[in-house]
């Protein structure tokens, strides 16, 4: 049976269609549209004008969807839309104008969904998984394989530039300030700031872009595998506020050509966290939300060792 899961975010809206049969699924397809939907809240509130992109999007994947008589509709967002105080008003106005029925996640459900969904590419049985979002960082502990404790953090990677940097990229004593901004947070969350792992293992845009950056700066080492004291420097590369160079401007156009505003936030986020955790590296992995959502709600597996099986 065919499946398009809608996800709306912080920073994208992406569809996915999946043709799953029993207890497997392919992808089949795969659209997203980068709005950074944690932009367009003012004083807690999704304004109109993010609203307007949000149903315009949608407008498009139903089309799509009703072209190809796509059986299955399944539409969830994450932390823009969680913390919208309108957030409820917001969802019936999707319904009311496109019928897309959105369910709104919650922190620990969306950690959830990514442990699981990730579960297939861990090479480590114990460590620490994140996801950084536009809005909102996803912790996940993990040890044998089954997941120890989860923790949602008002960490995202949008949110950090909207409110500490003023041109497209930080400079220097703005990359300070994002960093103490991520420590106070851990502050408050002492369960989260005492985790110890040496491997962690990432998911969502900004570790994809991170990666990617990694591997074309250094062409040699493993792929999809950032060890922790690669951030800084590539913080520091384009997060000084200095002129780029011609070979530094061509790096970040191919590795973060969507995120060119929040990739260096959300950098930040990752190295202080690998820095809290001691980790040596971080383990990038594409399957996380979507995918856990199918192995939890559509095929109906229990947790991440059911979903290995």
């Known amino acids: 049976m065919l499946h398009a899961i809608i996800d709306i975010g912080s920073n994208t809206i992406r569809m996915a269609v999946y043709q799953i049969e029993g207890r497997q699924f392919t992808l089949l397809m795969k ?20 609203l307007e992109k949000t149903v315009k999007i949608l407008h498009g994947f139903m089309d799509f969807i009703n072209t190809f008589r796509i059986p299955h509709v399944h539409a969830f967002a994450t932390a823009a839309l969680r913390s919208a105080v309108n957030s409820r008003a917001a969802v019936g106005e999707i319904a009311r104008r496109t019928g897309v029925q959105v369910r709104i996640i919650s922190g620990d459900e969306e950690a959830m969904y990514d442990f699981i969904g990730a579960t297939q590419n861990i090479t480590h049985a114990d460590g620490i998984m994140i996801d950084i979002g536009g809005g909102s960082t996803e912790i996940v502990s993990f040890a044998g394989r089954a997941m120890q404790g989860r923790w949602s953090l008002p960490l995202g990677s949008l949110a950090m530039s909207k409110a500490h940097v003023a041109a497209l990229l930080p400079t220097r004593e703005e990359c300070r300030t994002i960093a103490a901004a991520v420590r106070s947070v851990l502050d408050e969350a002492p369960a989260v700031r005492d985790l110890r792992a040496r491997h962690m ?23 999809r595998l950032l060890p922790a004291d690669a951030l800084p420097q590539m913080i520091a590369m384009f ?62 597996a229990d947790d991440a060792k059911e979903a290995e099986r």
């Open 201 to 223: 293992v990432g998911m969502g845009g900004v570790l994809s872009s991170a990666s990617r950056m990694h591997a074309l700066l250094h062409p040699e080492e493993t792929p």
């Open 31 to 50: 659209r997203k549209h980068t709005v950074g939907l944690a932009g367009y809240l003012e004083n807690g509130r999704l304004v109109r004008a993010g």
């Open 239 to 300: 997060g000084s506020g200095r002129p780029l160079t011609e070979a530094d401007t061509a790096v970040l156009l191919r590795a973060a050509p969507d995120r060119l505003h929040n990739i260096v936030p959300g950098m930040i986020i990752a190295s202080v966290l690998a820095e809290t955790f001691a980790a040596a590296d971080i383990r990038y992995s594409d399957s996380g939300v979507r995918e856990g959502y199918i192995w939890k709600e559509i095929i109906g």
